[in-house]
């Protein structure tokens, strides 16, 4: 090797050790990117706590397998508002185009973990939220050697040191949630995979959308109801018919315009979920409204003609704007609500709200 070569393979692995490091510079090196997704809103659910659900994304940008062998989420003043250990957090994980999660994430893998922070009633709200992780590392068993600057220098292997840092700062929004009213009257109603300590089709459902993370049914809900004996289906459960709820009315959650509705696609036969129907007729017959302050009310898979309502319309909470069905992808009829700060049906962020009056048995 030349006495150049040589010297310039030196200062490419001295690099780190020869910079002065500075006052500020008090982390460490790591394995893994965080981010988070979107703004964290704070909500207060049925149980009387405070809510805030976000999420994370990890990306494995070293040559090694890292696993989260635990996971806190700090207020600004550095407590501790939840605690989980590796086997919660990978519970609460989900692997980016693999599904499910992993006992560590390989070189180049990332995942989700979708989180859930909860604040006593009467505890005072947190102004940011921080997370501290202790990740372990273990290089391959045989790596060979790693190319630095001309020089081949072994890699390491076998476990490898943890390393503990605090990541991804993120702001808590002073502002509650929007309070609506019922899309649907009556009791017995059953708010079916909705938020959020479970990883629904819904809290799950994250999009790549013009190079951002989308995650619009974070907060979504699907209504069905029970009859007197609490049952949901009466007859064979391949016909709507047999649905008790089929045909309920839905009503609009708050004054608003409508900004877009469909009336014209058919009825799915239950039990089935159909290949053949696309993205952009997933929600079937379907209404968006505008509610204001940036929010838009979104309502999915109504009866094929039922729709009261068309693009422009003005309504007021209450007004009906369609008939419970099972149109689009759906594998039985519910009425799919959620609410988002963006009128697009894949470029937007769900966003929490509240039903301002419901009786003891609905929802």
Partial sequence: MSVLKFLLAALTLGTIAIMPVTAAETGVVTPLIVETIAAVQPFVSADGATHLVYELLLINQSTVAVTVDSLAVLDEAGNALTELDGAAVARMSRVSFVGGSVAALEPSQSSFVFLDVTVPRGDTLPTTLNH????????????????????????????????????????????????????????????????????????????????????????????????????????????VESYVYYGEKIYAVADGVVIAARNNQPTQTPGILSVDITDDVAGGNAVIIDISNGHFAFYAHMQQGSVTVKAGDVVKAGDLIGLLGNSGKTVGPHLHFHLTDSPSTMNANGVPFVFAALSEREC
């Fill in 132 to 239: 501290r992780f202790v990740v372990g590392q273990t290089a391959p068993a045989e790596q060979g050697s790693i190319n630095l600057g001309g020089i081949d220098v072994a890699a390491e292997t076998g476990p490898l040191p943890d390393i503990e840092f605090t990541a991804a700062p993120v702001s808590v929004r002073d502002v509650p949630a929007v309070a609506l009213a019922s899309p649907v009257h009556g009791e017995g109603w059953v708010a079916f995979r909705s938020c959020c300590d479970l990883m629904s089709s819904h809290r799950g459902n994250t999009v790549n959308f013009n190079g951002n993370v989308r995650i619009t049914e974070r907060f979504a809900i699907d209504f069905v109801r029970l009859d007197a004996t609490s049952h949901m289906v009466s007859g064979p459960g391949n016909e």
